[in-house]
């Protein structure tokens, strides 16, 4: 045999495994500090929120506009003094967002008045413009909507607590300040005003 066959067969001695196990772990550190998938996946949910939120703004401006008659609080005849959510363990005002207004818990998602939001989207022209009423990703006592309206006006305010960095106060891309509501601790979103119902 000659000395090029001896080293073809050698394979890796463990000083240079070790040294290639040490690369492939700084690698994959510097990977985790640089992408942050806790914060990637935060951000992730925020988008939901953002969509979930538009897609129900635009379809109660949708059951406004086109249904005979419009409702905007169902059977509970109390915008004025309500706010509404699908989660149970929320505190009074929906966890502190609409001041003065007391919660009111219906964990349902239909869209024929019976749900977290009591209007009768399926009166809307051509019926119902969503099929279910959509809840927050984590929906849990922090991250959750909130829905309050203005019956006599026509107005309404949809809520969401934003969870990531990137997207909260005093991110990069806050969404919170320039929302145009009254709070710079929530996402606001709605035809009211000043978002202060």
Same mark, same amino acid.
Request: hydrophobic letters at 35%; proline letters at 4%; a negative charge.
């Given at each position: 045999?000659?000395?090029? *066959?001896?080293?073809?067969?050698?394979?890796?001695? =463990?000083?240079?495994? @070790?040294?290639?196990?040490?690369?492939?772990?700084? !690698?994959?550190?510097?990977?985790?500090?640089? @992408? $942050?998938?806790?914060?990637?996946?935060? *951000?992730?949910?925020?988008? *939901?929120?953002?969509? /979930?939120?538009? $897609?129900?703004?635009?379809? =109660?401006?949708?059951? @406004?506009?086109?249904?005979?008659?419009? /409702? !905007?609080?169902?059977?509970?005849?109390? #915008?004025?003094?309500? #706010?509404?959510? %699908?989660?149970?363990?929320?505190?009074?005002? #929906?966890?502190?967002?609409?001041?003065?207004?007391?919660?009111?818990?219906?964990? !349902?998602?239909?869209? &024929?008045?019976?749900?977290?939001?009591?209007?009768? +989207?399926?009166?809307?022209?051509?019926?119902?413009?969503?099929?279910? =009423?959509?809840?927050?990703?984590?929906?849990?006592?922090?991250? +959750? %909507?909130? %829905?309050? #309206?203005?019956?006599?006006?026509?107005?309404?305010?949809?809520?969401?607590?934003?969870?990531? &960095?990137?997207?909260?106060?005093?991110?990069?891309?806050?969404?919170?300040?320039?929302?145009?509501?009254?709070?710079?601790?929530?996402?606001?979103?709605?035809?009211?005003?000043? !978002?202060?119902?």
């Amino acid at each position: 045999m000659d000395s090029f *066959q001896k080293k073809q067969k050698r394979g890796f001695t =463990l000083v240079e495994l @070790l040294v290639v196990i040490g690369i492939l772990v700084v !690698l994959s550190t510097a990977t985790l500090i640089v @992408l $942050n998938p806790v914060e990637l996946f935060r *951000q992730a949910r925020d988008s *939901q929120r953002f969509t /979930d939120l538009t $897609n129900i703004g635009n379809a =109660l401006s949708f059951y @406004l506009s086109t249904a005979s008659t419009t /409702d !905007l609080d169902g059977t509970y005849v109390g #915008c004025s003094s309500l #706010c509404f959510t %699908y989660v149970a363990e929320t505190a009074a005002s #929906c966890g502190g967002r609409h001041p003065g207004k007391t919660s009111t818990v219906i964990p !349902l998602r239909s869209v &024929n008045g019976a749900g977290w939001i009591p209007v009768r +989207f399926i009166d809307s022209s051509g019926g119902s413009p969503i099929s279910a =009423l959509p809840i927050d990703p984590v929906n849990d006592t922090t991250y +959750f %909507y909130s %829905y309050a #309206c203005d019956n006599t006006e026509k107005t309404f305010e949809l809520d969401a607590d934003i969870e990531s &960095n990137r997207y909260k106060t005093g991110g990069d891309q806050d969404k919170e300040t320039g929302d145009g509501g009254n709070s710079v601790s929530y996402y606001e979103v709605g035809t009211d005003a000043d !978002l202060d119902l």
